[in-house]
């Protein structure tokens, strides 16, 4: 079964840092982009970061609201992608989501949208 | 970044009804464009992708249509299961944007 589960969500004081981590099961992880989406109490989506594959060389792309803060990283081999959150503001309270990317080839030409959603996990930055 | 506004916000329709949803840009962005629907404390699922691909398992009442600026999202005849909010994504550049949503809404 194709899976994504987020973890690390939780209780942070602004400033702070987080880590969170999407374990991903039951597709060839290292062939698509991975993507975080997060989505603000009773708010619409924001996209938040991508990491491409390994054609790409896993590079990254980041929203100016996150930028410079943020940090996704994976490892293939795991199957995992992480997302280190840094200087942590209110306004980063949000269920963040992992998604894959569904391109029409590997080396992704085409980019097709997010086909695999994780449940999502909540971070609340509050003092 | 480019701008993707959805239009209505929000819309209450009856089963069996032909609902529209529009997204607009404010700029070209070829045929980058996907839906998305959500529910109540789940995740978003894919629709429809390049503005007019239905997604594997996505029932054929849902279509999407449109180029350059302006997309249509359509569902054909209205089910239960389809009351949620639904989102247009715009993936030509950097960074992605989604549309503010549109919430149906049973009448």
């Known amino acids: 079964e194709v899976q994504l589960v987020e973890s690390g969500g939780g209780l942070v004081q602004p400033g702070g840092s987080l880590r969170l981590s999407c374990a991903a099961s039951g597709f060839t992880f290292s062939d698509h982009y991975m993507d975080w989406v997060r989505q603000a109490p009773g708010k619409g989506l924001e996209w938040v970061g991508r990491s491409r594959n390994k054609v790409h060389s896993h590079t990254t792309e980041y929203a100016a609201s996150v930028k410079g803060r943020f940090t996704i990283s994976r490892d ?3 199957n995992l992608v992480d997302l280190q959150m840094n200087s942590l503001k209110t306004e980063d309270t949000a269920v963040y989501y992992c998604a894959r990317g569904y391109c029409s080839s ?3 030409p085409d980019f097709y949208g997010m086909d695999v959603w994780g449940q999502g996990t909540t971070v609340t930055v509050s003092s | 970044a480019i701008q993707m506004t959805q239009s209505p916000s929000s819309l209450s329709a009856s089963v069996g009804d032909r609902v529209t949803i529009t997204c ?9 464009l996907g839906w998305y629907q959500q ?4 995740a978003p699922k894919l629709l429809i992708y390049a503005v007019s691909s239905l997604q594997n398992g996505v029932p054929s009442r849902f279509s999407g249509s449109g180029s350059g600026t302006d997309f249509t999202l359509t569902i054909s005849s209205l089910q239960p299961e389809d009351f949620a909010t639904y989102y247009c994504l715009q993936d030509y550049n950097y960074p992605q944007t989604f549309g503010q949503g549109t919430k149906v809404e049973i009448k």
């Open chain 2, 24 to 32: 607009r840009a404010s700029q070209g962005i070829r045929n980058d």
């Open chain 2, 39 to 42: 529910k109540p404390g789940k």
């Open chain 1, 76 to 78: 293939d081999s795991k």
């Open chain 1, 106 to 108: 590997t080396s992704c």
